[in-house]
């Protein structure tokens, strides 16, 4: 299917155990971000990645880990999950065009994490 | 640091009008913008705002933006129960980042 896609959609785990959450991008964006979604905080940039193995932290990388080999995919690791990492999780692209008058980020539908 | 405050949850009467707002602290940004997320859905923006601009519309919808205050908001004309839903204000500056209000949960009642 064309456009952006996660999975799983819901996902309920255990502390310390290792989960990740995969995100697939049809339009070959350059950019793609991961967010979490918390009651209170919005969305909080967890990684993002500017192209193919190129990655960086945003504003809670602690306990996430990235890797972005192929343009398309933008897996996001919990190593050792804890309690405190059961949010909501968004996966994002978009393009930075030449010229563009604004950066329309695109969302995909989400993964519900419980960690026990 | 830069930080988006929105009051989270709004309620209306269908047929009025809304008004979300939002309060932001980069004076720096270029772009300022409107998400919303529907229940179970991603966000999908809504409409944008360029920096040098006071208002724009786009049918319903009404972007008011005061830099001196750094204010913004976003108004609703005629709301209706569709529009029922999380709406995020969020700022950007010449990278392709964003961050992110806290949102509104916008309910509209019959």
């Known amino acids: 299917d064309a456009g952006i896609t996660q999975s799983p959609r819901y996902k309920i785990t255990e502390t310390g155990r290792q989960v990740t959450l995969m995100c697939h991008q049809t339009?070959?964006?350059?950019?793609m971000f991961w967010y979490r979604q918390d009651l209170g905080h919005g969305l909080r940039l967890i990684y993002y990645s500017a192209a193919a193995d190129i990655t960086d932290k945003g504003e809670v990388p602690d306990g996430y880990v990235v890797s972005r080999s192929k343009t398309e995919n933008f897996p996001l690791t919990l190593e050792s999950a804890t309690r405190s990492q059961t949010s909501v999780y968004f996966c994002?692209?978009?393009?930075?065009?030449?010229?563009?008058?604004?950066?329309?980020?695109?969302f995909g539908p989400g993964t519900r994490l419980t960690v026990l | 640091g830069e930080d988006v405050e929105q009051s989270l949850f709004l309620s209306v009467r269908e047929g009025d009008s809304s008004v979300i707002n939002c309060t932001y602290t980069?004076?720096?940004?270029?772009?300022l913008y409107w998400y919303k997320q529907e229940p179970g859905a991603g966000l999908q923006l809504l409409t944008y705002i360029f920096s040098n601009m006071d208002m724009k519309q786009d049918q319903r919808l009404t972007v008011l933006l005061n830099k001196k205050d750094k204010h913004l908001s976003l108004r609703i004309a005629d709301t209706q129960t569709g529009d029922s839903a999380i709406y995020f204000c969020a700022e950007g500056d010449n990278t392709d980042k964003l961050i992110f209000g806290t949102g509104t949960r916008l309910q509209v009642f019959p």
């Open positions: 339009w070959s964006h350059s950019y």
């Open positions: 980069d004076s720096s940004s270029t772009y």
């Open positions: 994002a692209s978009s393009e930075q065009l030449a010229g563009a008058i604004y950066n329309e980020q695109f």
